[in-house]
């Protein structure tokens, strides 16, 4: 039994523990092996050697943390407690800002594969980012498309999605073309939001130096001096992705996000995503970056809904698998 006595000097307390100490309750849940208990600005922590250990270096991590954000929320917690500690060359502070938004906001790679996603897209012309939601994919290739507008890297900003539903169908959409496709691009807005004020966002809009558009509308264009991100490409069939990257000009940087987990295409079509990956990971100055459920940034029960899912998924695949070699009928489906 190791116990140890450390305490909170770097930072200012109050906005470590937080308001009524919740920061430091959620720690508490987060090291459920450890006794914590907090005495004025000290926390005193006993437990198993490795396990204070462990403690310490993710401890440390919210000190440096709080020295460059105004707080630390539970959520940072959880994004800082997930990570593995890191490894030899790895950097231990925060990751330097990809951009700086319109309400003083930071916008940082905030996890191990979000740097690492950083560090491939600056040095390949494509990048395909797969993992499942909440990893921050689509949010990151944002941010560092609006960094190259900024830094006038590139002309044009191009987000492009397929117009595909997720698992149900809305029938007739009333209004004009843009009315009628802007559901599917909200997420794209959003991001842009945090990202660029709202006087200079509606100006790159109105003068195409942003589009937003349905995949389905890059067909036959020759996209040169941009930086392109095609959201949701588990949605995009083989011909439409092939189709996309066949639009590259030789200035422009192209970053492919999606989540092979969440494919909302019919049964009869097969997604492009993972064929692309399949076929296009050996060439040169292409590269994968994977994402897991350690890089969840929403809620912490984002990354224990998406490992519950797949535990269920992965134990039907058993099921399925022993049911034929014993020769039986599939479970038939309510």
């Known amino acids: 039994m190791t116990e140890k006595i450390i305490p909170v000097e770097r930072v200012n ?5 937080g308001p009524d100490n919740v920061n430091f309750q959620y720690i508490k849940s987060c090291f459920p092996k450890l006794k ?9 922590v006993s ?3 490795a396990e204070v250990s462990d403690f310490e270096q993710k401890l440390s991590l919210m000190f440096v943390f709080l020295e460059h954000h105004p707080q630390l929320t539970t959520t940072d917690i959880q994004s800082i407690v997930g990570n593995q500690i890191p490894r030899e060359g790895e950097v231990s502070g925060p990751a330097e800002a990809i951009v700086f938004g319109p309400k003083g906001n930071v916008v940082r790679a905030r996890t191990a594969n979000q740097r690492k996603l950083v560090e491939e897209v600056s040095k390949n012309d494509v990048v395909f980012a797969v993992g499942p939601a909440g990893t921050g994919k689509t949010y990151t290739a944002v941010a560092l498309a609006v960094r190259a507008l900024k830094n006038k890297e590139i002309k044009r900003l ?7 539903e997720a698992g149900e169908s809305l029938g007739f959409l009333p209004g004009d073309l843009k009315e009628k496709i802007d559901p599917y691009l909200k997420p794209l807005y959003d991001s842009l939001s945090d990202m660029i004020p709202a006087d200079k966002y509606a100006r790159y809009i109105e003068n195409g130096t942003i589009e937003i558009i349905p995949l389905a509308f890059m067909r036959g264009r020759t996209l040169d001096h941009c930086f392109v991100i095609l ?15 066949t639009r590259m000009g030789p200035n422009a940087k192209v970053v492919i996000t999606g989540d092979l987990s969440q494919i909302d295409l019919p049964r009869s079509q097969r997604s ?9 990971g050996e060439i040169k100055g292409i590269k994968i970056v994977e994402l897991d459920t350690s890089d969840v940034v929403r809620h912490r029960l984002v990354k224990e809904i ?21 020769g039986e009928e599939p479970e038939k489906q309510d």
């Open 158 to 164: 191009i987000l492009a999605r397929p117009a595909v």
């Open 36 to 44: 914590l208990a907090a005495r004025g600005n000290e926390i005193k």
């Open 231 to 245: 959201d949701e490409a588990q949605n995009a069939t083989e011909t439409q992705l092939k189709m996309f990257l």
């Open 306 to 326: 998406i490992k519950a899912y797949d535990t269920h998924h992965n134990s039907g695949r058993d099921l399925a698998v022993e049911r034929k070699r014993r």
């Open 272 to 280: 492009g995503l993972s064929t692309a990956i399949r076929i296009l």
């Open 47 to 49: 437990g198993s050697a």
């Open 13 to 17: 307390p109050g906005r470590f523990f």
